[in-house]
């Protein structure tokens, strides 16, 4: 079996055969996975005749780990699309800090939204509220859109349920209460950094002119209306705290029950993720009352099996390759190399995200990609799970620009906005984010420790 300097020669030619397959031969995220954790597994020396093995074994935990609870995910963000729950969390961050800090009514108003619900469809859904406000405040529309998509990104990336941070966690083996705690602080610096870039006054003086109000409007109150007949409040944030707190309650129940007892025996049933999660799917089939019926619960229910199809099967094939490498020795190797060198270990699994995510554009991918690589590499950077998981959450979203599908969803949906404001506002602004997280995270390293 390869060793040493010869098997980080065949991890480099594996990283850049992704690259190649998936962003100039254009080939399925899932195929290329498999394909390379194959041809990896040949390179690397490994025993022919357990090749398949290994990969068919890395894809199946890695599912079986992870894959309901993204589904899950994917069907609530789903039902909050179509309901109108997240106008009702947009009018609830507008109240709340009032129509002088549209901005920042915008950043938690994405850090909310896209929680459950995937960036590209969380910025169509929300850019409608941005564009009122700037129509009915004066606020330059790049300010109000780049504080909506700093939070939709810091969120999308670093907490669960967003499916992406969820097969992280899957492949890192990390407890995701634990993630969603480090990734609800990691994204917080993420999300102001880079809304404090898009409301700096380079970019309001520079970019001054404000949005034309269409199809939507605000009353005197600042309150967002629409067509539809907007869920409550109540349910609107339920069916996204809820889970999130059974999540965390049972991760840190341990600490102060004992393993036996009754009382943590429920506690790890309930805030199991699939169990935390199908309360939350029951939350949100309630927010729309009049429209709960079979037809339509089929319909909500196929569309998150479909939308989640592609990320669970992708994270599968990313477990597969991630059980290639650790049959191997490069992530020990490659672990004590860079160890050596100074640089703090938590700026490794980002750095190779970044740039995994720069090539190729996509989060999740990148996510699940990166994730892979640097799970068998983290006993020797001396890294616990979740704090890994945060490091490639932030480099997955850093610099994000024309590769990207999200970097046109933004401009398009700005007025077409043209190319060098897209680049000043979502790839600098992204840069600051990714920047501002993963020093929070080399922070809380220290003192979340394996």
Not at 65 to 84: D, K, N, Q, R, Y
Not at 90 to 101: D, E, H, I, P, S
Not at 143 to 160: D, E, K, Q, R, S
Not at 179 to 196: F, K, R
């Amino acid at each position: 079996m390869s060793t040493g300097p010869i098997a980080l020669v065949v991890l480099a030619c594996c990283i850049a055969l992704l690259i190649v397959m998936i962003c100039k031969w254009k080939i399925h995220p899932f195929f290329t996975l498999i394909i390379v954790a194959i041809l990896g597994g040949l390179a690397f020396g490994l025993d022919h005749g357990q090749i398949i093995g290994i990969v068919t074994k890395g894809f199946g935990d890695t599912i079986g780990s992870i894959g309901i609870v993204i589904v899950l995910g994917c069907a609530i963000g789903i039902i909050l699309e179509e309901t109108g729950g997240a106008f009702v969390l947009a009018n609830t961050m507008l109240k709340l800090v009032g129509k002088k800090r549209s901005g920042l009514a915008m950043s938690l108003t994405g850090y909310l939204v896209s929680i459950p619900v995937f960036s590209d469809s969380a910025f169509v859904i929300m850019s409608p509220v941005a564009r009122a406000l700037s129509a009915r405040s004066g606020i330059p529309l790049v300010c109000l859109a780049g504080c909506l998509n700093a939070g939709i990104l810091a969120t999308h990336a670093m907490v669960p349920p967003t499916p992406g941070p969820i097969a992280a966690a899957g492949v890192f083996g990390a407890d995701l209460g634990m993630v969603i705690l480090i990734g609800l602080c990691a994204a917080i610096p993420y999300t102001l950094v880079a809304s404090l870039w898009s409301n700096s006054r380079y970019l309001r003086n520079k970019y001054p002119y404000v949005a034309k109000m269409e199809n939507i409007s605000a009353d005197d109150d600042f309150e967002i209306k629409t067509d539809k007949n907007l869920p409550s409040k109540f349910l609107s944030f339920g069916c996204i705290l809820v889970p999130v707190f059974l999540i965390c309650i049972s991760s840190f129940a341990s600490l102060f029950l004992s393993a036996d007892s009754e009382a943590m025996k429920w506690l790890t049933f309930i805030g199991s993720p699939v169990v935390a999660l199908m309360v939350g799917l029951v939350i949100a089939l309630f927010l729309d009352p009049k429209r709960l019926n079979r037809n339509q619960v089929y319909e909500w229910f196929s569309a998150g099996v479909e939308k989640s199809g592609f990320i669970v099967l992708a994270t599968g094939a990313a477990g597969a390759f991630g059980n290639i490498l650790r049959s191997t020795d490069v992530g020990n190797y490659l672990g004590e190399l860079i160890a050596g060198t100074g640089l703090p270990s938590v700026f490794v699994p980002f750095i190779i995200t970044a740039l995994i995510m720069a090539a190729q554009g996509s989060a999740t991918v990148s996510l699940m990609t990166g994730a892979a690589i640097t799970a068998p590499m983290i006993g020797a950077l001396g890294l616990h799970p979740a704090i890994a998981t945060m490091a490639v959450a932030a480099g997955a979203t850093f610099a994000t620009h024309a590769n990207c599908s999200h970097f046109w969803v933004v401009t398009k949906m700005c007025d077409d906005m043209p190319l060098d404001e897209g680049y000043r506002l979502v790839t600098v602004g992204t840069a600051l984010g990714g920047l501002a997280s993963i020093l929070m995270v080399w922070i809380l390293s220290f003192i979340i420790v394996p």
